[in-house]
């Protein structure tokens, strides 16, 4: 089976392992990208892939709330220059003000009315496009709400008011302080950014990740030559780290790492909020992920080792 060099790049992206030992974990599984990354750490080469690699793709992320309700929307383009423009953000900053007058579908969104205009967002980007002078998507869209408290909001490499790379949403349900609920929402969300959790609380992870944690740590385990009975308690052990690593409430939080997340939310119910307060949820987009956009240059640097 032929291994392109893209795939190395791919490969060497996530793990941080040399291209050699990429080029043959990919041989050794038939390209599947997740089983190489297994394959790599199972062998002590790569470290654990605890979050979402992908390559970028260019465009904005808006985040808007209007206190109870948060929207989130991505919209792409072709280059980093028009991502830059003054017209693309006001396009970009006036599809987020629309969403939050629906049900924060992709489908809703499109067919919503433009502010300010008789067309609709989807007939908008595509006379953006005519203007502009490059493709331009909207690529997806999400939305919190809650009944009591807030939807806090935060934008990571802001290029302007309400618009950059990473955008995050935290919904904070409480019948107290406003104000200082979505101030700690907005801390949440800053950490949100930098850690990009997997979950908000053990119960939430993906089962299909826990069971290929669980396979690495079994197999990373035996390697000690240790009774089986040791064994799973090291696996125990190390399962408790990981979600200690990947769950949001678990987490160390950013602003106080003496602190998780859940004993900081119990801090500020007591100090500012004034009120049992809930984490309800979480959304973090980062511009481009999952977006394959091959870089040919690459290739050159790794042909001969691919060929070889």
């Not at 799973?232 to 190390?238: A, Q, W």
Request: glycine residues 8%.
């Amino acid at each position: 089976m032929s291994i392109s060099a893209y795939q190395v790049k791919e490969l060497r992206q996530i793990t941080g392992a040399g291209i050699m030992d990429c080029k043959i974990a990919l041989t050794e599984t038939n390209s599947d990208m997740e089983a190489a990354v297994d394959w790599l750490r199972k062998r002590g080469i790569a470290k654990a892939d605890k979050k979402a690699i992908c390559i970028a793709a260019e465009g904005l992320i808006s985040a808007i709330s209007n206190g109870k309700k948060g929207v989130l929307v991505e919209v792409n383009s072709e280059t980093d220059f028009v991502a830059r423009n003054d017209t693309f953000q006001k396009i970009v900053r006036n599809i987020a003000q629309a969403a939050l007058e629906t049900d924060g579908s992709l489908e809703a969104v499109a067919a919503a009315l433009y502010p300010g205009s008789s067309k609709t967002v989807a007939d908008t980007i595509k006379d953006a496009v005519g203007i502009i002078g490059e493709n331009i998507s909207l690529r997806r869209v999400a939305m919190l709400d809650v009944k009591f408290g807030v939807v806090s909001t935060y934008i990571h490499n802001s290029v302007s008011d309400g618009l950059g790379k990473i955008g995050v949403l935290i919904a904070v349900e409480t019948e107290g302080e406003t104000e200082s609920a979505s101030a700690f929402g907005r801390q949440v969300a800053m950490h949100v950014a930098a850690t990009n959790p997997l979950a908000l609380t053990n119960s939430e992870v993906d089962p299909g990740a826990v069971e290929r944690e669980k396979a690495i740590f079994f197999e990373q385990a035996r390697q000690s030559g240790k009774p089986e009975n040791i064994i799973e308690k090291m696996v125990e052990g190390r399962l408790r780290k990981f979600y200690k690593e990947v769950v949001l409430l678990s987490q160390a939080f950013v602003m106080n790492p003496d602190h998780s997340v859940e004993s900081a939310l119990r801090e500020a119910e007591e100090k500012s909020i004034g009120a049992p307060a809930k984490l309800a949820g979480y959304v973090r987009f980062a511009l481009g992920e999952g977006i394959e956009k091959k870089e040919t240059d690459f290739a050159a640097e790794v042909a001969t080792s691919v060929k070889g």
